[in-house]
């Protein structure tokens, strides 16, 4: 089936750690993007990118860092720079706006805690 | 200033009956998309329906329905014939920018919680 996968459902992470969040899309979408999610928010972008090897900063990426080797994978990394990681975290895909549909469609989401 | 908003925090409903989920939005840009998300308690965005901002009529998607009404800048969702599992929050977004260069952007509102009473 396509869509977009995420891993893990849940992560915990140290203080002064990294962590990496995994996305994976099989819709061959150009185009993947990164929310974070604030209980009782919307959604607001940390870092988008249109094609392999090329990524841009959205609104919040102070603390996170991303890589685009692959179409298909959208890898984001909390750094220990992100005095407050604490959030959902969501991955979506779309095509270019455009070439028809330009929906983002989402992933399920990783939920991210600090112990 | 905020982009979209979204009035209501929560809202309530009788099953079976209609309910309306207000958007207003704020852009100086002629090209923009409007869409409707739905979030249930597990947290996955679920795409519910698209309005382009030169489309003519109001779109629909079964019992989703969008009032557009540019001139007011509202964007509107319509859930006709409610039922319990369409309990959940519900975001409205916009892409701003033109067709063909944009990466398609969306700002979000900051939701509506719609509870559907048996």
């Known amino acids: 089936d396509g869509g977009i996968t995420q891993s893990p459902k849940y992560l915990f992470r140290k203080e002064g750690q990294n962590v990496t969040l995994s996305c994976e899309q099989n819709l061959n979408h150009d185009a993947m993007y990164w929310y974070r999610q604030d209980p009782g928010q919307g959604l607001r972008l940390i870092y988008y990118s249109q094609i392999v090897n090329d990524f841009q900063k959205g609104d919040i990426a102070e603390g996170y860092s991303v890589s685009r080797e692959k179409k298909e994978s959208f890898p984001l990394t909390v750094t220990s720079a992100q005095k407050n990681p604490t959030a959902f975290y969501l991955c979506?895909?779309?095509?270019?706006?455009?070439?028809?549909?330009?929906?983002?469609?989402f992933g399920p989401g990783t939920r991210l805690l600090v112990l | 200033a905020q982009k979209i908003t979204q009035t209501q925090p929560g809202m309530f409903v009788q099953e079976k009956e209609a309910v309306t989920l207000d958007c207003t939005y704020d852009?100086?840009?002629?090209?923009?998309?409007l869409f409707w998300y739905k979030q249930p308690s597990s947290g996955e965005m679920i795409f519910l329906i698209y309005?382009?901002?030169?489309?003519?009529q109001n779109a629909t998607e079964g019992r989703y329905s969008l009032n557009f009404q540019k001139a007011r800048k509202s964007a509107n969702l319509v859930i006709s014939a409610s039922q319990l599992g369409d309990s959940a929050m519900y975001f409205c977004a916009m892409r701003e920018g033109a067709g063909g260069t944009s990466y398609g952007k969306l700002t979000f509102g900051q939701g509506t919680i719609l509870t559907v009473h048996p």
């Open positions: 852009t100086s840009d002629p090209s923009y998309g």
């Open positions: 309005q382009g901002s030169y489309d003519q």
């Open positions: 979506a895909s779309s095509y270019f706006v455009g070439r028809g549909s330009e929906t983002q469609y």
